[in-house]
């Protein structure tokens, strides 16, 4: 039967997003996809940024919609892609970050010790590739190779997962946008325009650096501005605290930790290897059943719970410190000793109000995913090798800064 169903979604930072295409809806209406629209796409961003509440979903379907441009454009230039490799780089952006769990990266490797999403998005994207309905199954290989990097056409999946790929010029584009943080703004149709493809590589041709350097500069600018800022890193912290002191509780047998949902399952249980997760019951979870148990963990009976239940729903949440040298033990035992007397707490309990911690970002690695330049001579380079060009041996060095995080009265 012919598919005649032409799907228009309205996106604020891209316009309307156009789907017609049958692979493609069957994707978007699966619920392991609508699923999305239950996750934050920034975490606990909002409470810093009120208008950071975008969802997983809005940021799959503006990455689809790049991946969209960036194929036409390469096909204007002579660059070949049949009908099934573009359909099939489609399918794959859109399900890229099918795998994240709830709250994003707030609460990546937590609630599932050494599970990433992307292992969890291939999981899921096998799953609706046996899926029995007719628009689905088998029909999802070539994005799997695609996505897994399999596939001859490596520049494919240089568009999904690189250091300039479509997912980071989304995500940059629509975190700017929501959050109102104008350093993040980037040039990602210009960007788009300068893309081409060389010996299976994808390149952006010479005139096209500048735009490149800015996007580089800001990811950085946006790391440390927002995706790091000092109180979304004390609210992600207490986020995962409360969850790390849950699932110690449930492990003691404790019955009030229950709150009668599939949370339950993945606070009772540890998983030593992705393959015992049900992924059924993962597909079935979302930021509603954290937010739902920390509502009710407020009135539980561990006093460090409920504590840090109160305040994060609150926003009393940590005093986060954060510099560029290591805390030293001093300080921290400083910290801890504060802390027990403030709260009448004994050493263990302690750990979940005042810990310390780092975090780290690199602007650029030279490494094998570096960004290709498309010389006007025709010769192929490396942004760090352009002549002139910003991103110099110092932004490839990491910027690791380091925190402390304490509870206040």
């Known amino acids: 039967m012919e598919f005649l169903t032409r799907k228009m979604i309205n996106d604020p930072v891209h316009g309307f997003i156009t789907i017609n295409d049958p692979l493609i809806f069957a994707i978007f209406n699966h ?33 689809y919609q790049l991946m969209c441009i960036a194929i036409n ?21 859109l399900m890229h970050d099918i795998g994240h769990g709830p709250y994003s990266h707030g609460l990546e490797n937590v609630l599932l010790k050494g599970v990433y999403h992307e ?26 190779q695609i996505f897994t990097n399999q596939y001859p056409k490596t520049f494919l999946h240089q568009l999904i997962s690189g250091q300039l790929d479509v997912d980071r010029l989304d995500y940059l584009s629509r975190d700017s946008f929501f959050t109102g943080v104008s350093e993040g703004v980037v040039g ?68 009030d930790i229950a709150i009668g949902g599939i949370l339950d399952y993945f606070l009772s249980n540890e998983f030593t290897s992705i393959e015992q997760i049900d992924l059924t019951a993962y ?26 239940c109160n305040r994060l729903l609150n926003r009393k949440i940590y005093k986060c410190q954060l510099q560029s040298e290591p805390i030293t033990d001093a300080a921290l035992n400083q910290a801890l000793t504060s802390t027990k007397a403030r709260f009448n707490v004994d050493d ?3 750990a979940f109000l005042c810990f310390k911690g780092e975090t780290s970002n690199t602007l650029y690695k030279n490494d094998s995913e570096n960004i290709h330049i ?8 490396t942004i760090s ?9 110092s932004l490839s060095t990491p910027v690791k800064k380091f925190y402390i995080c304490s509870l206040s009265e």
Request: net charge positive; hydrophobic share 45%; proline share 3%.
């Open 374 to 381: 498309l010389l006007k001579k025709g010769e192929i380079s």
């Open 385 to 393: 090798e352009v002549q002139n060009a910003l991103i110099v041996e």
């Open 73 to 93: 454009e390469l096909r204007d230039k002579g660059i070949e892609i049949s009908a099934a490799e573009a359909q099939a780089a489609k399918a794959a952006i």
């Open 188 to 255: 990602y149709e210009r960007i788009l325009k300068m893309l081409n493809v060389k010996d299976n590589i994808l390149l952006v041709e010479e005139k096209g650096v500048n735009s490149v350097e800015k996007f580089l500069v800001s990811r950085r600018l946006m790391y440390w501005q927002v995706y790091r800022h000092k109180t979304v890193i004390a609210a992600e912290n207490m986020l995962v605290k409360i969850i790390q002191r849950a699932k110690q509780l449930a492990k003691a047998k404790d019955n």
């Open 348 to 350: 263990e309990a302690a």
């Open 283 to 308: 597909c079935q979870l979302d930021d509603t059943d954290i937010m739902y148990a920390i509502k009710k963990w407020q009135t539980h009976s561990d006093p460090i719970l409920s504590l840090l």
């Open 119 to 144: 292992a969890l998005s291939l999981l899921i994207m096998n799953q609706l590739n046996a899926d029995p309905n007719p628009a689905l199954n088998g029909q999802l290989t070539m994005a799997i």
């Open 31 to 63: 619920p392991f996809f609508q699923r999305l629209r239950r996750i934050q796409q920034m975490a606990l961003a909002q409470l810093v940024y009120p208008g950071a509440v975008h969802t997983r979903l809005h940021h799959s379907l503006g990455a």
